[in-house]
């Protein structure tokens, strides 16, 4: 489908207008409104681009091409699919949260544009038909937080945090690279005119010779971008100690797990297919080890963190499985984890710009001073929990039916993850809301303000989403229903749901799945 109006082209290139605007205005609260402006403009224009979009049809749609890189072959060409289309409301959702609900103090000019740079080249990743341009893309939603945290740089720990994310997100970008550069000769020796264009890519293939090392390359830039574990390191220090924002829609906006749907899988199905069951158990495992360091954790910006990071090991093992219910589930939960666990540090960084910590060994008692604190803090973590009602239900229950109907020993890890997860919330609430104040902290915790109404309108709204996605998950599932069955291929696909999908209607069974 094509449209007379390059609404992808404005969509990508309005959030880095509007962080260029920024560098014009000179008071605080123009700078605020001027990016919640544009925020709130790029959720519409992806709100258009879903109404445009035709759910449970294959292939990409809304086609936009300008231009050909001469001697290349790059092609800056734009386009959406079911994975991807969600994927663009996603990010520009948790965007306009970050700066409408965001503290005041943390969002100056620079965190601001950061912001919308790191949305603008979010965007521009998932909008990309061509190989090399999300390349490009996928490299460049990594400079603003870069950028930010060498300015930060000057006490210890953030000079720390940015080498800590330098070795990290350099060690990703590479093997991006390099197997990019090698997907672009071969195309060059083959005679292609668009070596990296991704349709005519999958439908080319590459060689035999080729498919591991590349296959290599690409999951180590997926693993690392996904923060699994043993790549995960960089995450929790981004979260307790680098800026405001940045690092959470990195990770939310989840271009590693896009990265593997889109390119890795089609790509590359036989590499997946042998690796399917050794990388599950690893993303399995990932997410138990990351739910186990969770509960370590004195510090709530460290634990959101770790809860990431044992997040993203789920949806690995979601796709890996490689069912439908199990690969539904896995990017479900990508679109439950994200805004839920948003509107969770959204409420975390509120307690820290009231009582000037995370730390929960110096908090407690604060349910008497900030009742709706309190409450939105457990209405969100357990809309990150896979509550009933709420849409990560629906996500888990989908990974964990798939995860049963292939390999039921491997569902203990799921089981074992979602019940440490719960320990980590409650006590974690406990410490922080229930009991008598810290020792010494008595006199500073009877001066915290309860939620203003801007921080409680968004938090309410995110979570409000969370429950309406789990009551009525259907249209998300049929937006991606085509893709699912593709990438879960005819073996793990029964005749009813081929059947089902050719009609762009959902599966019969993750429907009835996804039911709570």
Known sequence: MRTSLPLLSLLVVLPALGAAVLRQLRQPERQRQAALGVAALTLLLTLGAVVLFEGGVPGVQLHESWWRVPGLGVELRLGVDGMSVLALVVTALLTLGLVAAGPRQSLDRGTLGALLLTESMTLGFFCAEDLALMTVFFIATLVPTGALLAREARARPEARTLRTFGVYMLVSTLPLVVATALVGLEGWRSGAQTPFALTELIARGLPATWHLPVFALL?????????????????????????????????????????LVRVVMPLLPGEWNRGGVMLGTLGLCAALYGSVLALAQTDLRRVVGFLLASQSGLMLAGVAIGNTQSISGALIQSVAAGIALTGLDLVVRAIEARTGTTDMTRLGGLVRRAPRLAAFFFLM???????????????????????????????????????????????????????????????????????????????????????????????????????????????????????????????????????P
């Open 219 to 259: 999951m180590f830039a997926v693993c690392v971008r996904m923060a699994v574990v043993p790549f995960h390191s960089w995450l929790p220090v981004l979260m307790a100690r680098g800026p405001f924002g940045v690092g959470l829609l990195l990770v939310n906006a989840h271009a590693g797990l896009y990265l």
């Open 381 to 515: 973590g357990f809309g990150s929990l896979g509550f009933p009602g709420t849409l990560s239900f629906v996500g888990e229950d989908l990974l964990l039916h798939g995860i049963l109907d292939t390999h039921p020993l491997v569902a203990l890890p799921l089981l074992l993850t979602t019940a440490i997860n719960g320990v980590t919330f409650l006590r974690a609430f406990q410490r922080t809301f229930l009991g008598p104040p810290a020792h010494g902290q008595a006199a500073l915790l009877e001066t915290v303000e309860d939620l203003l109404p801007r921080e409680r309108g968004m938090v309410f709204a995110l979570f409000a989403l969370v429950v309406l996605g789990g009551l009525v998950p259907g249209p998300l599932l049929h937006l991606r229903a085509s893709q699912v069955e593709s990438l879960a291929g005819p073996e793990s696909s029964s005749e009813h749901h081929g059947e089902s999908a050719s009609r762009g209607e959902v599966p019969s069974k993750a429907l009835s799945l996804a039911r």
